[in-house]
């Protein structure tokens, strides 16, 4: 390190990173929090995903990602902080008579039909699984829940974001 020129007195470490299983993850020790990003990952905004999808793509990632049983100690249940939709983003039907895909925005409805149900589908989903502690989930100084947060996409889990607590 003193060939870099670290080695001062005066000089602190703030930062650290490491890579597991295809993601970077960098500690911010001044700041107290932990960035996460996917490796090589290329954002696709033409493939959309339901919430539903979303939820059991974040549930796997925390029940094998770093971040278990290592940043957290205990979650509250996640919930649904932000859906993108990059404008809109319309659900597509099958014509099966021209074997073709049509937006569901350029097909009249019968409203005389309740046999179908139309789920929304969106780019991505901003995910959060608060912290708890003593049962009670952790609030700031502003009235947001604090825990973890992570970016959802069809692609699967792009980005986490914490805070770090001091104590378990």
Not at 44 to 62: C, I, P, R
Not at 118 to 145: L, R
């Amino acid at each position: 390190m003193k060939v870099l020129g670290f080695g001062s007195a005066t000089q602190k470490l703030f930062s650290l990173g490491l890579e597991e299983n295809g993601y970077e993850y960098n500690f911010d020790i001044k700041n107290c929090s932990l960035r996460a990003n996917k490796v090589n990952n290329t954002y696709n905004y033409t493939k959309s995903l339901t919430e539903k999808q979303a939820m059991d793509l974040a549930d796997a990632f925390m029940k094998n990602s770093y971040l278990k049983d290592k940043v957290y100690y205990q979650l509250g249940k996640p919930f649904v902080a932000y859906k993108n939709s990059n404008g809109p983003m319309y659900s597509m039907m099958k014509d099966s008579s021209r074997g073709t895909e049509q937006s569901v925005s350029d097909i009249e409805i019968d409203t005389t039909d309740t046999g179908g149900e139309v789920t929304p589908e969106y780019t991505s989903f901003s995910i959060m699984y608060p912290y708890m502690i003593n049962g009670q989930e952790v609030w700031d100084t502003y009235g947001n829940k604090i825990g973890i947060q992570l970016e959802v996409t069809a692609d699967g889990v792009m980005s986490a974001n914490a805070r770090l607590l001091l104590f378990k």
